[in-house]
């Protein structure tokens, strides 16, 4: 509800802008699950999709450059940190976490 909107507007650093997209994107997931059943039909709310959905879909962009350097360690034998990582979507099932990415 309220708590994911305000994490993905205060603590990953989204624009009102895309705040806004994500928004409408909740908004016509609710709309077009009950034609086609993008995501579960239980409790299907707007505040079901930005917690249960685009929140978890958007977890990669929090991430720091000192968490990308304890979860991907430079090898041993190698002395360079990762600068960047790629995140991979395989298999987007309703939109999620393709979309919001």
Do not use: Y
Request: with cysteine; charged share 20%.
């Amino acid at each position: 509800g309220e708590t994911a909107r305000q994490i993905i507007r205060d603590h990953l650093g989204l624009s009102l802008e895309q705040h806004q997209q994500l928004a409408r994107l909740a908004v016509l997931v609710v709309d077009w699950n009950s034609r086609i059943n993008l995501i579960s039909r239980k409790d299907c709310t707007t505040e079901v999709v930005f917690g249960r959905h685009i929140l978890p879909s958007l977890a990669p962009c929090g991430m720091t450059k000192d968490d990308t350097q304890r979860i991907f360690p430079a090898p041993s034998s190698d002395n360079q940190q990762v600068s960047s990582f790629q995140v991979v979507d395989v298999g987007t099932g309703g939109g999620f976490p393709g979309l919001p990415l």
